[in-house]
C-alpha cells in the first residue's frame, strides 16, 4: 500500500527561526494535505496543495506539491511559540478506485519551539 | 453544526466490551471518514461513506469493526469485544464529497482506553 515518509520526526528550535518538513511517498498524489495537531485535538487543516508544482502560502507557512507528484515541503518562516505541535502531511490519490476518498498520512514532525 | 462533532470524548471500558463512537459532520459535508490514531503515530484510515454507501471498507482491522451511517449525516463505528490493542484515538472527518477534491475537516475524535 502507499506509504508516505515524514522527516524529520522532531525539532527543537529557537523562536525566530525557520523551520522546514518534508514528505516523499512511493505513489503518485493528487492532493497533498499539511495539518497540525495540538495535544487533546484534532489535526487542523493548514494548506492544501491540488497540482504538480503549485507554491501555496498561509501567513508564516509556505507548502509546495513536487513536480514528480510524489512528494511535498512545509516551511515556517520566524517561528514563534504557539507553532509547537505535532505537523502531518497527507496524500490523496487520484480519482478512480474505491480508495480515492481516503487520506494517506505521514508520520507526524514534533515540533519544539523555545522562546 | 460549525464543525465536525464526536461523541464520547473519552471512553474507558472493559475488554471484552462492545463501545459505539458517534460523529456528527459538518452540515451539508455528505463524506464522512473514520480514521484511527495510536499513541505517537499518524493517522490510519479505517473507512469512509459518501451519503450512506461505503465504497472501500478495506482498512477496517478486523471483522470486530463495523461502521454505519444512516440518513447521510450521524455515523457511528462500533467495536465488538473489545481488545488492549484498540485502545487509541478514533478521528472522524468530514468533506462536502468524496470526489470534489475539497480537504478533510477533522472532529477531536474519541479517546478510547480498553483496561
Known amino acids: 500500500g502507499q506509504q508516505l515518509n515524514q522527516s524529520p520526526q522532531s525539532m527543537f528550535i529557537q523562536e525566530g527561526e525557520d523551520v522546514s518538513m518534508n514528505c516523499t511517498s512511493s505513489?503518485?498524489?493528487?492532493?497533498w494535505l499539511w495539518y497540525k495537531q495540538d495535544p487533546g485535538e484534532g489535526p487542523v487543516l493548514l494548506i492544501a496543495?491540488?497540482?504538480?508544482?503549485e507554491l501555496t502560502s498561509n501567513g508564516r507557512l509556505t507548502a509546495q506539491f513536487g513536480i514528480t507528484r510524489k512528494d511535498s515541503f512545509l516551511n515556517i518562516s520566524a517561528s514563534i511559540p504557539s507553532d509547537v505541535g505535532i505537523y502531518f502531511c497527507?496524500?490523496?490519490?487520484?480519482?478512480?478506485?474505491?480508495?480515492?476518498?481516503?487520506?494517506?498520512f505521514g508520520q507526524g514532525t514534533i515540533l519544539t519551539v523555545h522562546p | 453544526g460549525a464543525g465536525v462533532s464526536q461523541s464520547p470524548s473519552n471512553k474507558v471500558t472493559e475488554k471484552g466490551k462492545d463501545v459505539e463512537l458517534r460523529c456528527d459532520p459538518i452540515s451539508g459535508h455528505t463524506a464522512l471518514y473514520w480514521y484511527r490514531q495510536s499513541l505517537g503515530q499518524g493517522l490510519e484510515f479505517l473507512i469512509y461513506?459518501?451519503?450512506?454507501?461505503?465504497?472501500?471498507k478495506s482498512g477496517l482491522p478486523s471483522d470486530r469493526f463495523s461502521a454505519e451511517r444512516t440518513g447521510g449525516s450521524v455515523s457511528t463505528l462500533t467495536i465488538q469485544r473489545t481488545q488492549q490493542e484498540d485502545s487509541a484515538v478514533y478521528l472522524c472527518a468530514s468533506s462536502q464529497t468524496v470526489w470534489s477534491n475539497q480537504p478533510q475537516h477533522f472532529g477531536d475524535g474519541t479517546r478510547l482506553s480498553i483496561l
Open positions: 505513489s503518485i498524489f493528487n492532493t
Open positions: 496543495l491540488y497540482k504538480a508544482g
Open positions: 497527507a496524500g490523496q490519490l487520484p480519482p478512480g478506485g474505491t480508495s480515492y476518498g481516503k487520506l494517506t
Open positions: 461513506f459518501q451519503g450512506n454507501s461505503a465504497p472501500d
